[in-house]
């Protein structure tokens, strides 16, 4: 989550879509000057940063039911964004410029596994499977039969959602990144945006010689994404074949 006052922006963190980038790039502009002059582009310095100020917000704490200690998160909800907000000013969430970045569902899908191989513990898939013997279809069928029997959403769907609805006024396409950035600094009056600083984090996860499409053996695996996806999908007009954007990176 990120609150810029001065720019009078909200950006909502999604999940495998480039929002590590968007956020390291856009939460300098929610620091105070002095705090803008010694921040570093680099991820493993914006938890440094996390924090309330008279500027803006920077990402979010909460109290970890288990330890009971208060930890700092860079994902919030929608929902929850929109009552911090509200504790601040009640008019911030409707005067302010809401945006998230998204992603083909079927090419998120896929980047998603490879970053479950390498973060989720066993004890986390509940499955009595370790996350390494899923294939990319078991996985999928796994998140498939969660949604359909226990309603729960794929990760990060409903981060930029509250209920059905799309409380964001623009959504940043990953399949056309660098243009919808430009076009969001400009929007927010943000004059000193240096497109160069929008590094890449985390583009390594899945490996750069394996295309999206490639991992969809059959017809089911699509339906499946289809079926968990099916809001953004409709909403944002994706295809399988992502033939109407151009990729940037990741």
């Not at 109290?63 to 929608?78: E, M, Y």
């Not at 499977?129 to 998140?143: A, G, N, P, R, W």
């Not at 409380?167 to 004059?191: F, G, Q």
């Amino acid at each position: 989550m990120l609150i810029s006052h001065k720019y009078k922006f909200i950006y909502f963190k999604s999940i495998k879509t480039a929002s590590t980038s968007a956020f390291v790039f856009f939460a300098s502009f929610c620091l105070p000057e002095k705090k803008m002059q010694t921040y570093k582009f680099q991820l493993e310095n914006v938890n440094n940063y996390i924090g309330v100020y008279d500027e803006g917000c920077v990402g979010d704490t909460f109290v970890c039911p288990k330890t009971k200690k208060v930890l700092f998160t860079h994902h919030v909800p929608a929902e929850d964004i929109k009552k911090f907000s509200d504790k601040i000013d009640t008019k911030i969430w409707d005067s302010y410029f809401k945006f998230t970045t998204i992603r083909n569902p079927w090419d998120l899908m896929v980047s998603l596994y490879f970053y479950r191989l390498k973060t989720v513990p066993e004890k986390e898939m509940k499955t009595g499977k370790k996350m390494k013997d899923f294939s990319f279809h078991q996985y999928v069928e796994l998140l498939y039969q969660r949604k359909l029997h226990d309603n729960i959403e794929t990760d990060g769907i409903n981060l930029y959602k509250i209920g059905e609805n799309y409380p964001c006024d623009y959504h940043i396409r990953y399949e056309r990144l660098m243009k919808d950035v430009k076009y969001v600094c400009e929007k927010c009056n943000i004059k000193n945006f240096n497109l160069n600083n929008f590094k890449k984090f985390r583009s390594d996860v899945k490996p750069k010689s394996i295309d999206y499409k490639s991992m969809y053996k059959n017809k089911e695996t699509k339906k499946m994404v289809r079926f968990l996806y099916a809001s953004d999908i409709e909403k944002f007009k994706y295809n399988f074949d992502n033939s109407k954007f151009n990729h940037y990176f990741f």
